[in-house]
C-alpha cells in the first residue's frame, strides 16, 4: 500500500491530471414523490394535498444529470452496503436492515470505497449515518477506509438527543461518535438537531481540507428517517399540508433542501470546478410515517417499485462535465447504487488492477 501510494505521487509529480473532489449525500427514507421536481409525476389532487418544497435542490440538480430509472435496495443496510462495495447485497452478505447490537458487518473480503479511493490519493472522510457494522473497530468507517467520521453508528436516532431506538419510545443507547483512524474517539451529547449537526461537519471537513489531495466525502444525513422531528422553522413551510405524519415528514424534507444547498455552496466556495456531487436516498419512502412513492407501488421494505425506484441525481462541475457529461439533463438509462464505486474509480485516473464490481461505470452519461 505504501509502495503504491509512492509511485502514485511520484507519478502525479511528472504531471497526472487533477483528479475531482467527490461528495456523495445520501439521503435517508426519500421516496420518489418527495422532492419537488419529482412531483410532477404525481397526481395533481395528492400533489395539491402533500407538496413539498424544496427549491434548492430543483436549482441544483437542474444543473447536473437527473436519474429517472434509479435503483437501490429496500432497505438501509443493503443500499449503503451496496454503494460502499460496489457489489449487489446478495454478494455482500447483508440482505436486511441491521439491528442494533448485530455482530455482523461488512465483510472483510470486500474493499470499499474510501479503501480503493485512498489508494489513489484520496483523503476520505464520512460524515453521518454508518448502519454497516459497529461490534468491532474493523466494522466501523474508520475501519474501513476512512480518517474520520463524525455521526451515528445505527438507524433510528432521535434527532436532538441522538438516543437510538431499538422499537419505538425505548431508547437503547446513545448513537454519536467522532472517530480517528489512529483508533481514538469519543462518543458525545450534541444537542443540534442532527441534519444542523452534520452539515456543519461536513462544512469544517470541507473547510479543513487543505492538502493537494482530492478530497472524498461521504455524508449520510439520518433524515427524513423517523422519528419525524422538523425543527420549527422547517415545518413551518409545510403547515398547509393536513396530514400530520406527512407535514412533519415535509419538515424533514425542507430541512435536507437546505443542508444540500449550504454542503454544495461551501464545497463550490471552497474545493472549486474540480468537484463531483451526486445526491441519492438510500431506499424508497416509508408511507407509514410520511414518505411518498407516487406513482409508484408501495415503499420502504419491498421489493415493488416504491421501495427500489428512488431520486437521484449528479452534477459535474468540471469544465464540459469531463466526467459524467453536461448537466441541465435527465437520463432515462437504468442506473443502479452498486454503479458509483467503479465510476468514481474511474474517475480516480489511477491505472491499476480495479476490483470486481456488479456495477457499472457511468461516465460519460450520454
Not at 466556495?269 to 441519492?280: K, W, Y
Amino acid at each position: 500500500m505504501q509502495l503504491y501510494r509512492l509511485s502514485f505521487i511520484f507519478g502525479c509529480l511528472l504531471g497526472c491530471q487533477a483528479q475531482p473532489h467527490i461528495i456523495l449525500i445520501v439521503l435517508d427514507d426519500v421516496g420518489f414523490a418527495d422532492l419537488t421536481y419529482q412531483q410532477a409525476n404525481i397526481d395533481p389532487e395528492f400533489q395539491q394535498m402533500h407538496p413539498i418544497p424544496t427549491p434548492n435542490i430543483d436549482e441544483i440538480s437542474q444543473q447536473g444529470i437527473r436519474f429517472s430509472q434509479y435503483y437501490t435496495s429496500p432497505t438501509c443496510t443493503p443500499a449503503r452496503a451496496a454503494l460502499l462495495t460496489g457489489r449487489y447485497a446478495a454478494n455482500t452478505g447483508l440482505n436486511l436492515a441491521m439491528i442494533p447490537g448485530s455482530v455482523v458487518g461488512l465483510p472483510p473480503s470486500l474493499p470499499t470505497m474510501p479503501e480503493l479511493l485512498s489508494t489513489r490519493g484520496y483523503e476520505c472522510h464520512m460524515v453521518g449515518k454508518w448502519h454497516l457494522g459497529h461490534s468491532r473497530w474493523s466494522q466501523t468507517p474508520v475501519g474501513r477506509g476512512f480518517k474520520s467520521h463524525v455521526g451515528s453508528f445505527m438507524w433510528d436516532l432521535d434527532s436532538y438527543t441522538k438516543h437510538m431506538y431499538v422499537e419505538p419510545w425505548r431508547p437503547l443507547a446513545v448513537d454519536w461518535v467522532r472517530a480517528w483512524d489512529n483508533r481514538s474517539y469519543v462518543h458525545y451529547l450534541d444537542p443540534r438537531h442532527a441534519t444542523l449537526a452534520l452539515t456543519d461537519e461536513a462544512q469544517r471537513v470541507i473547510h479543513a481540507h487543505l492538502s493537494n489531495a482530492p478530497l472524498f466525502l461521504y455524508l449520510a444525513y439520518t433524515a427524513a428517517h423517523s422519528p419525524l422531528q422538523p425543527t420549527p422553522s422547517h415545518l413551518a413551510k409545510c403547515k398547509g399540508i393536513p396530514q400530520e405524519a406527512r407535514r412533519k415528514f415535509c419538515g424533514m424534507v425542507v430541512g435536507l433542501d437546505e443542508a444540500v444547498k449550504n454542503v454544495t455552496d461551501t464545497a463550490r466556495s471552497v474545493l472549486g470546478d474540480n468537484l463531483i456531487i451526486v445526491v441519492t436516498s438510500d431506499n424508497g419512502g416509508s408511507t407509514w410515517f410520511g414518505g411518498s412513492n407516487q406513482p409508484l407501488r408501495s415503499g420502504k421494505t419491498t421489493p415493488f417499485e416504491g421501495g427500489v425506484r428512488v431520486p437521484a441525481f449528479a452534477i459535474d462541475y468540471t469544465p464540459d462535465g469531463k466526467y459524467l457529461g453536461k448537466g441541465n439533463r435527465t437520463y432515462h438509462g437504468l442506473v443502479h447504487v452498486s454503479d458509483w464505486l467503479p465510476t468514481f474509480l474511474a474517475m480516480s485516473s489511477a491505472k491499476t488492477t480495479d476490483p470486481e464490481t456488479d456495477g457499472f461505470d457511468l461516465g460519460p452519461i450520454y
